[in-house]
């Protein structure tokens, strides 16, 4: 799969494209991953944590740098209710301090934690060097337009996300664009549109239903298959885990809101293109 991935992007010809593959498991099988997608061409690797949920924070970082020793490295705060595991402010200090790490993904789905992540990369003084993207599903469009103030000191300094690295932008992408230049616009004027922030309400309904979240997110990853598979885009909504499916409810959910939000969608752009796509 990394193999066909880096493929097709290599056959992008409108832009150069950056290949982040996935790292996960302990240390040793991390390290076979990361060397497999730096032999493959990966620029980067972005590592879950989620198979050291036992491990102490020294243990961690050390887990960390050994991996980064093989491949740039795009950190990865993962909600612990799909596997995560809670992590603080001075953890993202030592973890911004690795020389390899060029990123971090920030996706607890949480403000405070989510402001940890900031408060350590500020503390390490590697605001200018770590890019710092929002994973957090549940506020996507404000995490995007709004800045954060970080004191140290007495100093302030203002920071951004640089971009979103969200699962629910899997879906209805061509929409997703166009909002995420909304959001860039709007860190420039005077004052955030107000329609802006009452949609940044609408898309988090729209992630409640893909993300399953009253069932504690079990039907997340099913839950944008099932979009796709609507578009014509997958023939089914199987997940590699065949334990992972809707939840019960989770189809009606979804169809609330493709109803309700049907302008958020881009099912014409979808139709308009998915025979080129598929030929």
């Known amino acids: 799969m990394l193999e066909l991935a880096a493929e097709t992007a290599a056959n ?34 972005l590592l879950s944590l989620a198979a050291m ?22 950190g990865f705060y993962l909600q612990p209710a799909v596997g995560g595991v809670v992590l603080s402010a001075d953890f993202w200090r030592r973890f911004a301090a690795i020389d390899n790490v060029i990123a971090i993904k920030i996706a607890p789905f949480n403000r405070y934690r989510t402001l940890d992540v900031l408060r350590g990369v500020a503390a390490a003084g590697a605001l200018d060097r770590v890019a710092l993207y929002t994973g957090n599903d549940d506020h996507i469009l404000l995490d995007l337009t709004l800045p954060f103030d970080l004191r140290q000191n007495g100093v302030t300094t ?37 329609d802006l922030l009452a949609l940044d309400a609408r ?14 997110f079990h039907g997340c990853i099913a839950g944008c298959h099932e979009i796709l598979r609507r578009q014509g885009l997958m023939e089914g909504i199987r997940c590699l885990d065949p334990n992972e499916g809707l939840s019960p409810g989770q189809m009606q959910e979804i169809d609330r809101v493709c109803r309700e939000h049907a302008d958020l969608s881009d099912d014409a752009f979808v139709a308009a293109n998915l025979q080129k796509w598929l030929a």
Not at 168 to 192: G, L, N, P
Not at 203 to 216: E, K
């Open 12 to 45: 992008w010809t409108k832009r150069p494209l950056a290949l982040v593959a996935g790292l996960a498991g302990p240390t040793q099988q991390a390290i076979s991953e990361a060397r497999t997608a730096r032999d493959i061409g990966y620029h980067a690797g």
């Open 53 to 74: 949920k036992t491990a102490s924070g020294d243990d961690i970082i050390a887990h960390c740098q050994a991996v980064a020793r093989e491949i740039p490295l795009v």
């Open 158 to 194: 203002r920071t951004y996300f640089k971009g979103g690295l969200l699962g629910h932008w899997s879906v209805w992408t061509q929409t997703a664009i166009r909002q995420f230049e909304m959001c860039k616009d709007a860190r420039y004027k005077d004052a955030v549109p107000a």
């Open 203 to 216: 898309v988090t309904d729209c992630n409640s239903a893909f993300f399953d979240v009253a069932n504690n």
